[in-house]
């Protein structure tokens, strides 16, 4: 079995209950498990995948090929190819309710790419992306590297198939490593960042979390979360991120609620009033939690009509 070159930096799961292991180096297992039951996509996955990865005590319970999983799921959001029956069956019920579902979906692909490249012009050089999903020509890498060949990226999930795509999309590339941890685990993540040589905390970092909040329920305390990334890393460093929201087309968004209720990702939607406790104690930079659309709009986005029809705030801010 191919491994991934001696400068690629591929980091195993970390858990509570055992130190964090860097894996990378020729002869060395990567990031991934075979213990979800995930078999091999045709023309994607090339490799079996093996039992280096250890389960999170409250991970919520893994997917295999016939339940939905949310990375494979925005993958067919965006028009990808990296998902099967299920996911689609799943995508379809919702572009039922949201038909503009697409253009939504990367539209909030191009309010990441914006706000890191605002991060990037502030002297931002080291990004880490949380629930960074399938690898694909949108992932962030592709944005920062046009921008700032130099910087460094760290891209975290918890789904395996998309730890998976991402080591295989970035295992030639030193400036990129991959982390297998949930995003309710912030000092382990940020240690495994440190560890990895990859992530400097003493300087300042910008970490992404699109899309991803509003699958942290109330009882996992995202508040307090986001204050313990924020006090994990330097001054200046940087959070962005987006939020399903209802305000504005709250019939269509319950109902979207309701059919993620059917999956072990319940979707959380939040006002503009909860999102801006959220993120009490970091400074927002212009123009604040704003609808999709409204945050630098380019010229060349999608056209999604009226701001409060994209279904999402978002914002930057500063620690």
Not at 12 to 40: F, H, N
Not at 114 to 122: G, T, W
Not at 194 to 199: M, V
Not at 244 to 250: N, S
Request: aromatic fraction near 6%; proline fraction near 8%.
């Amino acid at each position: 079995m191919g491994q991934p070159p001696s400068n690629h930096r591929a980091i195993d799961d970390v858990s509570q209950s055992s130190p964090t292991e860097l894996r990378g180096g020729k002869g060395a297992p990567i990031a991934r498990s075979s213990t979800d039951g995930l078999a091999p996509e045709p023309g994607f996955f090339t490799e079996p995948l093996d039992d280096t990865a250890r389960r999170w005590p409250h991970r919520p319970c893994e997917v295999t090929m016939d339940d939905p999983s949310i990375s494979r799921i925005y993958d067919d959001y965006m028009g990808g190819g990296q998902n099967f029956g299920p996911d689609r069956a799943f995508a379809q019920q919702v572009r039922a309710v949201l038909p503009d579902v697409q253009a939504l979906a990367r539209a909030a692909r191009g309010f990441l790419d914006r706000a890191l490249r605002y991060c990037l012009m502030h002297g931002i050089d080291q990004v880490i992306d949380i629930g960074a999903g399938i690898a694909s020509e949108w992932s962030s890498h592709h944005v920062v590297h046009a921008m700032h060949p130099a910087a460094r990226l760290l891209y975290v999930d918890n789904e395996a198939v998309a730890v998976e795509s991402l080591v295989r999309a970035t295992r030639h590339d030193a400036r990129v490593g991959v982390l297998r941890a949930d995003v309710r685990e912030p000092e382990a993540i940020l240690e495994a960042a440190e560890a990895s040589g990859l992530i400097d905390l003493a300087q300042p970092v910008a970490i992404v979390m699109g899309l991803l909040l509003h699958f942290i329920p109330d009882t996992d305390d995202p508040a307090g979360l986001l204050r313990r990334y924020g006090q994990g890393v330097a001054p200046d460093s940087y959070l962005v991120m987006s939020h399903d929201t209802a305000d504005g087309r709250e019939a269509d968004m319950r109902r979207v609620a309701e059919l993620y209720a059917q999956t072990n990702r319940p979707l959380i939607l939040r006002s503009h009033a909860e999102l801006t406790a959220l993120l009490d104690g970091y400074q927002l930079e212009p123009p604040g939690i704003v609808y999709l659309p409204q945050w630098s709009p380019d010229a060349g986005d999608p056209d999604i009509g009226p701001p409060e029809r994209s279904c999402v705030y978002v914002g930057v801010a500063r620690t």
